[in-house]
């Protein structure tokens, strides 16, 4: 299958800073990515889905201004989490829509830990 | 919201098939069946997916009902390293259909 990659796995960081995770799509385009959120023991909640040069569409509750989306080209979106505090600390996950693709398949990059001091 | 139902957890004896019931009374005409499993901190993975027949592929076998109200994951010889958290979503294919995932299926795989 496609390989999606997510940088950093992992991320401590201080109340108040912003850290930017980036989802790369290694061996496909993708016109669409999806980012998710899990806390644990939960289930994936989708956040927003991110299309190549437009705005990202996101999910009710998420707010626009605190997790920033990009998705400048076909192989990368990131997410950029802004004035980060503590309730923000969850596992980040993001998922790439290959262009022109007949299944429909989703391929998901391997998460990306975050916990916030 | 998650269209469909499953059992939260299910246990199976390691070399056993594992057959992992999924609910979707509502399923429109055009909506796909797809599977996914989640390893302990790790992204999901995709399993198999179908919209009226049975599929098999190396990982798994998907067995869907006539009137497309349920589906069954059929795992057929489980390994400890199966021991994963199953999900069943329903989803239309094309245009940038997002994945909903409900709660899943703990199912643990035991020696």
């Known amino acids: 299958g496609a390989v999606v990659s997510q940088h950093p796995s992992w991320v401590i960081c201080k109340s108040g800073t912003s850290v930017k995770i980036e989802c790369r799509s290694l061996d496909f385009q993708a016109t669409t990515m999806f980012w998710y959120r899990q806390f644990p023991k939960q289930s994936l909640m989708l956040m927003a889905t991110?299309?190549?040069?437009?705005?990202?569409?996101?999910e009710q509750g998420v707010e626009k201004d605190k997790f920033l989306i990009n998705h400048a080209s076909l192989t990368l979106s990131t997410l950029t989490v802004t004035s980060a505090h503590p309730e923000d600390s969850s596992f980040y996950i993001c998922?790439?829509?290959?262009?022109?693709?007949?299944?429909?398949?989703?391929?998901f990059g391997e998460g990306s830990r975050l916990t916030v001091l | 919201d998650a269209k469909t139902t499953q059992p939260t957890s299910m246990d199976c004896a390691e070399g056993r098939a594992a057959n992992l019931p999924c609910n979707h009374s509502t399923i429109s005409g055009n909506e796909y069946v797809y599977w996914y499993r989640q390893i302990h901190s790790q992204g999901p993975q995709y399993i198999i997916h179908?919209?009226?027949n049975n599929e098999t592929n190396e990982m798994a076998s998907l067995i869907i009902t006539e009137d497309r109200k349920s589906s069954t994951l059929i795992l057929p010889h489980a390994t400890l390293r199966d021991t994963a958290v199953y999900y069943c979503?329903?989803?239309?294919?094309?245009?940038?259909?997002?994945?909903?995932f409900g709660a899943g299926t703990r199912l643990a795989v035991h020696p």
């Open positions: 979503i329903v989803r239309e294919v094309g245009g940038y259909n997002k994945l909903i």
């Open positions: 991110s299309n190549e040069g437009s705005k990202a569409t996101y």
């Open positions: 179908g919209l009226k």
């Open positions: 998922s790439g829509l290959p262009a022109g693709t007949r299944t429909g398949e989703l391929f």
